[in-house]
C-alpha cells in the first residue's frame, strides 16, 4: 500500500499534520509517515526537503514527556540520520540539546539505547560532534562508563561499549577534539587516561583510541609525550604480547604512531623504548596489527641515525620485512615494509645495515618500489638504492644486475610522466652505478648518453644540472 498512499499525494497533508497540538494526531501522523517512508530512501529525502526535521526536533522539546511520542520521534531521527543530507538539517536544530536532556532522563536501558541508535550517526557529522559535547553529552557517557565499569551483566557490557565508542567517536571531530583535551588538563581527558591501566579489555581499547584521536596535532602530542602517557601505551602493550587482544593492540601502536610524528617526541619515545616494546609484535600474522607496528618504527627512525642503524642490523627484523614485502594481499603491509626497508638505509647510511639488507634479499624489493605508481615511494627507493651503490656497490652488484635495475632507471628517464625529482635521483643513481664495470657496460649498451643530454634544457633547474653532471661523468667514462 506504500506506492499508493505515496501516488495519492498523502505525504503533504500527513506532513502538514505535525503543526497539530493534539498529541494522539501527532503520534498516529508520525507512525503513518515513517511506515509509508520506511526502507525508501528517496522518500525520506523528500520528507527531509519538506523541512520534517526542524519540526521533530521541536516536538521533542515540547512533548518529552509524552513517552510514545518521544519514541516516534526517536524512530523517525534514526531512520533520516541515516541519510547524509539529512546531517545539515538536524545541525541547524538545537537536536543535541534535547537529545541529551532525554538522555539524562532515562534510566532504563532500552530507552537509552535507542537514543544511542540515533546519537551515533548524528555524531559522525563534525558540527554535530561540537554540539553534543557543548550540550553535556561526555559528562553522561563518562558517567554510564563509572556505574558499568565493574558489572558482568550483558546490558551493562553493551551499554559501556556503546558509550565508549560514542566517546571515541566525538574525538574524531578536531573542533571537539580540542575542546575536549582542554590543554591536556581537561577533566575528560584525564578520565579517558585512566582507562588505560584498567582490566576492561573494552575501556583499554577505548583509551588507547581517544589518545590516538587526541594525538592529532604537534601540540597535543608533544604535551602528551611529555606528561608520561608513552610509559601507558607500551605498558598496555606489554600486557597484551601473549594471545593478546588484536583491536587493543592495533590501537595502542596506533596512538605511538600518531605521537612519534613531531619530531622532538622522536628521541624521548626511543629513550622510553617503544622499539622494544613494538619489536615484540614482530611475530604477529595480524595485518592491522603489522602496519601500524611497521608505521610506528618508520616514524620513530625519522631522522635518527642511531635508531635507524640499530634496528637495520636487526636481522630478525629485516628478514621479517623482506618477507611483508611479498604480502600481495596486504597492500598497506607490503608498502609500509618497503618504506621501513629503505627509511633503515636513508636515515642510518650505514654499511651495516646496508650489507643486512642485501644478505636477508632486500634489494629487489627497493627496486620494484622504484617503479610505485606513488612518487614519494618511488623516491624513498631511489634515494636508497643511491646509498647502497655509494657505500655497498660491491656487495650489492649482483642483485641490482639481477633486477635490471638499468632498465628501469632508463625507462624512468624517457617517461615524461615521471616527476622531476624521480629523473634528479634516477641520474645520480646512474652516476654512482658507474663505479661496476658490468653495471657500467649495461649503462653504455643502453644509449643512456642521447636521454641524459636531451634532459640538459629541462624546466626544472636542478634536473638540467644534475643531466649535465651526469653528461660529463658518462662521457668521460666512456
Not at 538545537?94 to 551515533?120: C, G, S, W, Y
Not at 584525564?190 to 582507562?195: A, C, E, G, I, K
Request: with cysteine; proline share 2%.
Amino acid at each position: 500500500m506504500r506506492t499508493p498512499c505515496v501516488d495519492a499525494g498523502l505525504i503533504s497533508p500527513l506532513v502538514q499534520l505535525l503543526n497539530s497540538k493534539d498529541q494522539e494526531v501527532l503520534l498516529q501522523t508520525g507512525r503513518a509517515l515513517g511506515n509509508i517512508c520506511y526502507d525508501s530512501h528517496s522518500l525520506q529525502a523528500q520528507l527531509i526537503n519538506m523541512g520534517v526535521i526542524p519540526t521533530l526536533v521541536s516536538l521533542l522539546g515540547i512533548h518529552y514527556q509524552n513517552a510514545a511520542l518521544t519514541e516516534m520521534c526517536l524512530v523517525a531521527f534514526g531512520n533520516l540520520a541515516e541519510l547524509e543530507s539529512s546531517k545539515e538539517q538536524f545541525a541547524s536544530t538545537n537536536i543535541a540539546e534535547e537529545m541529551v536532556k532525554l538522555f539524562q532522563k532515562q534510566t532504563e536501558h532500552d530507552k537509552r539505547e535507542m537514543i544511542f541508535e540515533v546519537l551515533a550517526p548524528l555524531a559522525e557529522n563534525d558540527a554535530i560532534k561540537l554540539q553534543l559535547v557543548e550540550a553535556g553529552l561526555v559528562e553522561c557517557l563518562l558517567q554510564i562508563v563509572q556505574q558499568k565499569v565493574d558489572s558482568d551483566k550483558e546490558d551493562d557490557i553493551a551499554e559501556l561499549k556503546t558509550a565508549s565508542d560514542l566517546m571515541v567517536l566525538l574525538l574524531l571531530g578536531d573542533e571537539s577534539m580540542q575542546k575536549l583535551f582542554e590543554g591536556g588538563r581537561g577533566n575528560v581527558f584525564q578520565r579517558v587516561l585512566s582507562w588505560i591501566p584498567s582490566n576492561n579489555h573494552q575501556l583499554q581499547l577505548a583509551g588507547a583510541l581517544a589518545i590516538a584521536n587526541f594525538a592529532r596535532n604537534d601540540g597535543n602530542c608533544i604535551h602528551m609525550v611529555d606528561n608520561g602517557i608513552v610509559e601507558k601505551l607500551t605498558d598496555l602493550l606489554d600486557r597484551h604480547v601473549e594471545d593478546g587482544n588484536v583491536t587493543v593492540q592495533h590501537a595502542a601502536l596506533s596512538a605511538l604512531r600518531n605521537l612519534a610524528i613531531p619530531v622532538v617526541n622522536k628521541a624521548k619515545m626511543l629513550e622510553a623504548g617503544v622499539t622494544e616494546a613494538v619489536l615484540k609484535f614482530l611475530k604477529s600474522e595480524m595485518p592491522p596489527v603489522q602496519f601500524k607496528l611497521l608505521g610506528t618504527l618508520r616514524m620513530l627512525i625519522d631522522a635518527q641515525a642511531e635508531a635507524a642503524e640499530q634496528l637495520g642490523k636487526n636481522i630478525k627484523l629485516v628478514e621479517r620485512l623482506v618477507e611483508w614485502c611479498e604480502a600481495k594481499d596486504h597492500a598497506g603491509v607490503m608498502g609500509e615494509s618497503n618504506r621501513l626497508l629503505s627509511a633503515l638505509i636513508r636515515h642510518s647510511k650505514s654499511k651495516d645495515v646496508i650489507k643486512t639488507i642485501v644478505q636477508s634479499g632486500g634489494i629487489k624489493h627497493l627496486v620494484t618500489m622504484a617503479t610505485s605508481e606513488h612518487v614519494i615511494m618511488q623516491n624513498e627507493a631511489l634515494v636508497a638504492l643511491a646509498l647502497i651503490a655509494a657505500l655497498e656497490l660491491d656487495t650489492a652488484e649482483k642483485d641490482l644486475e639481477s633486477t635490471k635495475l638499468v632498465q628501469i632507471l632508463h625507462k624512468l628517464l624517457i617517461d615524461e610522466r615521471s616527476a622531476p625529482e624521480i629523473k634528479y635521483n634516477s641520474m645520480v643513481l646512474i652516476c654512482a652505478l658507474m663505479g661496476s664495470e658490468s653495471l657500467h657496460k649495461e649503462v653504455q649498451d643502453l644509449a643512456f648518453l642521447d636521454v641524459v643530454s636531451k634532459l640538459r634544457s629541462h624546466e626544472n633547474k636542478s634536473v638540467a644540472q644534475q643531466a649535465s653532471l651526469t653528461e660529463q661523468r658518462l662521457t668521460v667514462e666512456s
